[in-house]
């Protein structure tokens, strides 16, 4: 049996660390790159007779992540223990969710060689993070706490990966959408933790079951049944979702570990239910005050509606806009002042939002492009006046210099080149400096990225793209 | 400056003594600390003294006093504080030998607001091994003696802070109830003490035993003592979100009330009157004494009280399966004793790959196992969904109750305190001497015993007031009350018990 005989069947669990100034059930700084122990306190500690008080902030946060891909948030959730016993661990118990996470279901959309790959989520729950075990040499071992306690969501999702490639390609689209989200950075170590466990499967072609690893096993009985459902059939074994961190970890054998850990996380004591269990808690979420994060939910909720129903932007750009207030305000202005509306959601996300930083900063009244100026941008790439990278430099000149596109493009002759003759000229001058190339375009097409590049160079990246694709295959035909 | 006799003094006659000027919190901390070193040898109520904080309190609030400033409401009452409270600098063992030598970096929320008030700590009492026990036979270190017959126990798991308060070894004391904790001890001692209202008191800084459960409360020789040390200790915290917060009440004026008035009770004048009836789960034959002291001292007395008394726990069967089969606690695992955190057990100096087991006593073992089988994958619904159904019913039961009265009066124990190895061979029956304070924690409401009575052999025999959530002031009014119009709570120990 050769590996070309297996199909690849990933399903991936990511870690992303959310951007709040402090921990998760307690008050210590979250700031990366500390001295080691300078940000505990005794909750992350652990010490006897602590208590965990959630940040309120965490919360938001996941709610945004969940709106954007679309899950269902719980109007109720609740965390558990899971008990491990690891140095890093200082309570022995790691705070997480079980049976009631704060988002079920989504789905992660992106891109792979030009085709839409949709990602659905299983769910996304809160926990928090352990400190870090330093080897320090053969007989010593040390651990800083500084990250104990640091709040992370764990995004869960579906066997529904299929390569390698297009599992990097789903774990950069987390990351793009954790930043523009504003809950964290995604970057490592301070943002998107590296993948700590992956949930692979294969199945060879013809059934046959070849596998040493009892969790890849049981993962491919899992998606053998989940297979079986879906084309009405009875599943031959029904197996239940488990959930493992760390294999091989652990001194007690696997199947020890995960009767207890399943035991534990049923049972394990629960903080109050979010936003709080009880008469007194109820009232208190009734007046309002633990209601932020549905306040946000039903607000976001109206807006994402409009964005991906009558406006028809994708569901993953309109969760984006929505996921702050100056983001959708910033989007809004913009398309008032007269930008198309998909055109314009693509420049806030992918340009505007990427030189902010910080989504809260598009409120700002001095912002370098206001939103009336980048919909005078957007109109010129609409009209075919100037070329997506050419206004890209623009936008970037417009934000150093605080000018207007239309003066940039006046001032510095960037007007696109259309003119069929000029066009031609340069097309043609390509064509003669690379004949092996122009001689292999009819074997291999491909190449004709290989000479729009080339023409944009050329041309200093003036030329319109479409009509020197068009110029360049009448040549080369 | 007069002098106090510390031999039944009350914590709010210690107070007044000290904000009036009348007293100085350094003489009051001298007589205390030297009772103890005289009589808790025998007694073993205290597992630390820590007479040099205690010294250094108490001239901190005689210093407040001197620059005019407001010594507190509790200035100069010298404090017992039941070693499952984390104290900043003074080492914290929860009574096991796992923790020895853990010497918190942090005050838990109660001790930093009773210091904040003026107490003066004097020592960590005693108490049964991470509060699991009822007679504190289960202390790692020394088992507590009753101050009323040093063969008997005290009760427990606060017998260290009850048996304090008994022999004057402090003027308050606080404790946790989780079962019966402090209601037990404190019925099995003659004293004071007061479970409130789940959340009415902050966790934070409490050793967990069995977190949905615990209360921290406080004990007094009087009515008016518990309720002036509940005042200062309760209110919400942001490091406890469960703590409620909701605004404290007088507790103390609703005790001095009681005293006063009984029959107008201010807004809490009887609806309708009732026959008392006595708790109707004490068992005959086991129960008989304690249940006829009850009746007879409660029936006539709530009455003229303006109370009335009515205990209906319609399903007692659920709460004896509950109790008997060891799973009214269901939080052994959740804080299992087997697996002290890393950073505490570092902190107390402990090898981190050390094997606890052999270090912790037999009733710790026996609940953690029988946690862990309840808690298995598959037993979960069988038992503990079981389980926390019947606490709802609990709950509901005596919601349904207060409709119809102001408060529920019953004994506090089926039995006055037994003798030392009587009930350790057989842990159902050490169990069921909870099973009249094992409701009140499982519907989180407020409930105090207090004094009622002797046993011809001379022990105590408690009476417990239960109120509706956050009725506290019930409590202390109804208690108050009882207090005003008999003797019991004068009485005092032997100081030369044998």
Not at chain 1, 418 to 426: N, Q, R, V, Y
Not at chain 2, 432 to 461: M, N, Y
Not at chain 2, 466 to 475: D, K, M, V, Y
């Amino acid at each position: 049996v050769s590996l070309d005989d297996y199909e690849i069947v990933i399903g991936l669990e990511v870690h992303a660390q959310l951007a709040t100034q402090s921990k998760i059930f307690s008050w210590s700084s979250t700031a990366f790159g500390a001295e080691p122990n300078t940000q505990t306190d005794p909750v992350c500690l652990g010490l006897p007779g602590v208590l965990p008080v959630l940040n309120r902030g965490v919360v938001d946060a996941a709610v945004r992540l969940g709106l954007a891909v679309g899950s269902k948030i719980r109007q109720r959730c609740r965390f558990t223990r899971k008990h491990y016993f690891y140095p890093d661990l200082p309570k022995n118990i790691q705070i997480s969710q079980f049976d009631e996470p704060i988002c079920d279901g989504g789905t992660v959309k992106f891109r792979l060689h030009g085709e839409v790959r949709a990602v659905s989520l299983t769910r996304i729950h809160l926990e928090e993070d352990a400190g870090k075990n330093i080897h320090a040499d053969a007989t010593k071992s040390l651990v800083d706490y500084n990250r104990a306690g640091v709040p992370l969501c764990e995004i869960v999702s579906e066997p529904d990966l299929r390569s390698a490639e297009e599992a990097a390609e789903y774990v950069r689209a987390l990351r793009t959408l954790v930043r523009y989200l504003g809950i964290g950075d995604g970057k490592h170590g301070g943002g998107l933790a590296p993948l700590r466990r992956e949930r692979v499967a294969a199945e060879t072609r013809d059934d046959r079951v070849r596998h040493q690893d009892r969790d890849q096993e049981h993962e491919l009985v899992q998606e053998r049944a989940r297979r079986d459902r879906a084309r009405g059939q009875a599943p031959g074994v029904r197996a239940g979702r488990r959930r493992s961190r760390r294999a091989g970890d652990t001194p007690l054998g696997r199947g020890a570990r995960r009767d207890a850990v399943d035991a534990l996380e049923g049972a394990g004591a629960r903080l109050p239910l979010l936003p709080g269990a009880g008469p007194a808690a109820r009232r208190r979420r009734r007046r309002g005050a633990g209601g932020a994060a549905q306040d946000l939910a039903r607000a976001a909720r109206d807006r994402f509606a409009r964005y991906a129903g009558s406006v028809g932007l994708s569901p993953q750009d309109a969760g984006v806009l929505v996921s702050e207030r100056e983001i959708a305000g910033y989007y809004d202005d913009a398309v008032a002042a007269g930008a198309p509306a998909k055109r314009a959601a693509n420049w806030v996300i992918n340009e505007v939002l990427a030189v902010a930083g910080d989504a809260r900063r598009l409120g700002d009244a001095d912002i370098p492009v206001p939103p009336a100026a980048l919909a005078g941008l957007v109109k010129l790439v609409e009209d075919g006046t100037l070329s997506g990278k050419l206004a890209k430099d623009v936008f970037g000149k417009m934000w150093a210099e605080r000018r207007t596109a239309a003066d940039i493009v006046a001032k510095e002759g960037l007007v696109q080149v259309s003119d069929s003759g000029e066009l031609e000229a340069a097309c043609s001058k390509v064509i003669a400096a690379h004949p092996t190339e122009a001689a292999n375009f009819k074997a291999n097409p491909k190449l004709m990225g290989f000479f729009v590049g080339a023409v944009m160079k050329e041309t200093g990246g003036k030329a319109n793209p479409k009509a020197v694709n068009e110029i360049l295959r009448k040549l080369l035909a | 400056m007069i002098a106090i006799d510390a031999r039944g003094a009350t914590a709010v006659a210690i107070a007044d003594g000290v904000r009036a000027g009348k007293l100085r919190a350094r003489d009051v901390a001298e007589q205390y600390l030297d009772r103890i070193a005289r009589l808790d040898g025998a007694l073993g109520c205290y597992l630390l003294i820590d007479a040099e904080g205690a010294r250094r309190r108490a001239d901190a609030v005689d210093a407040a006093y001197k620059a005019g400033r407001d010594p507190g409401a509790l200035a100069g009452v010298p404090l017992g504080v039941k070693d499952i409270f984390c104290t900043r600098g003074v080492e914290t063992t929860c009574a096991s030998k796992i923790l020895r030598g853990f010497v918190p970096p942090y005050e838990s929320t109660v001790t930093a607001r009773l210091a904040g008030a003026g107490a003066v700590m004097l020592g960590k009492l005693n108490m049964d091994e991470f509060a699991m026990g009822s007679s504190n036979e289960n202390s790692a270190f020394k088992p507590v003696k009753n101050p009323w017959s040093h063969a008997h126990v005290p009760g427990g798991s606060s017998g260290g802070s009850a048996a304090a308060i008994a022999a004057s070894l402090c003027a308050g004391a606080i404790g946790t109830d989780t079962g019966g904790s402090i209601r037990q001890p404190a019925a099995l001692c003659g004293v004071v003490g007061m479970k409130p209202t789940y959340g009415r008191v902050s966790r934070y800084g409490v050793i967990a035993f069995a977190s949905s459960l615990d209360h921290p409360g406080p004990f007094g020789r009087t009515v008016e003592d518990a309720a002036a040390l509940l005042e200062a200790m309760a209110g919400a915290d942001p490091h406890d979100s469960t703590s409620i917060p909701a605004p404290v009440g007088a507790y103390r004026a609703a005790a001095r009330a009681g005293q006063r008035r009984p029959r107008a009770a201010q807004g809490h004048a009887p609806r309708r009157a009732r026959r008392v009836l006595p708790a109707r789960h004490g068992r005959r034959g086991r129960s008989g004494r304690a249940r006829r002291a009850g009746r007879a001292r409660t029936r006539g007395r709530a009455d003229r009280q303006g109370v009335v008394a009515q205990h209906q726990v319609r399903d007692r069967d659920l709460l004896s399966d509950l109790h008997g089969g060891g799973f009214v606690e269901p939080g052994p695992l959740r804080r299992c004793p087997l697996r002290v955190p890393h950073a505490g057990r570092a902190l107390a100096g402990g090898d981190v790959h050390e094997d606890a087991r052999g270090r912790v006593r037999p009733e710790p073992k026996r609940r953690i196992m029988l946690g862990t089988y309840v808690l298995r994958a598959g037993y979960y619904e069988a038992y503990y969904g079981k389980a926390l159904r019947a606490r709802r019913k609990i709950a509901d039961d005596f919601q349904a109750a207060f409709a119809g009265c102001d408060a529920i009066v019953t004994p506090t124990s089926p039995i006055p305190a037994f003798k030392f190895g009587e009930k350790t061979s057989d842990p159902l029956q050490m169990y069921l001497a909870d099973v009249l304070t094992v409701g009140p924690d499982l519907a989180g409401i407020p409930a105090l015993s207090q004094s009622c009575g002797f046993t011809k052999a001379g022990l105590p025999i408690g009476l417990q007031t239960i109120a509706p959530a956050l009725g506290e002031e019930i409590c202390f009014r109804v208690a108050g009350a009882y207090e005003a119009r008999t003797k019991w709570h004068e009485r005092l120990p032997p100081e030369t018990a044998s």
